[in-house]
């Protein structure tokens, strides 16, 4: 429990500052300034979002793996079951991806070599 009450206290600060540099942006007073920093926080954010959906995916896929139902995780989870089944595939999507992304840069590797 202690772990997650850290995890949650790290939730607060960060949405703090978050809210604290918002704050700061929108005083900024060069518009492009602004409007360039607007975008660069965005960019960042949006990694964030795809790695957290990734890390939500690849959790529904492993509870599933490990002897879960889809519809019983839909209902732990509180999402429908085709939610569930479309989570596990991503999961399975991101993957697929990765090793062969992996291979890519493996083959890319292999070429610098010689």
């Known amino acids: 429990m202690s772990g997650r009450k ?18 700061w942006l929108e005083e900024v007073p060069d518009p492009q300034e602004r409007y360039r920093r607007a975008t660069a926080e965005l960019e960042k954010h949006q990694q964030v ?7 939500r995916a690849v959790a529904a896929s492993d509870a599933y793996e490990s002897g879960e139902t889809v519809r019983a995780l839909a209902e732990q989870l509180g999402v429908s079951p085709s939610r ?31």
């Open 84 to 114: 569930v089944h479309q989570l596990i595939q991503e999961s399975k999507a991101r993957s697929t991806k990765g090793d062969g992304q992996k291979r890519r840069s493996a083959g890319r590797q292999k070429g610098r070599s010689k």
């Open 6 to 23: 850290k995890l949650d206290g790290d939730t607060s600060q960060a949405e703090a500052d978050t809210e604290s540099f918002i704050t």
């Open 49 to 55: 979002v795809e790695r957290l959906s990734s890390v």
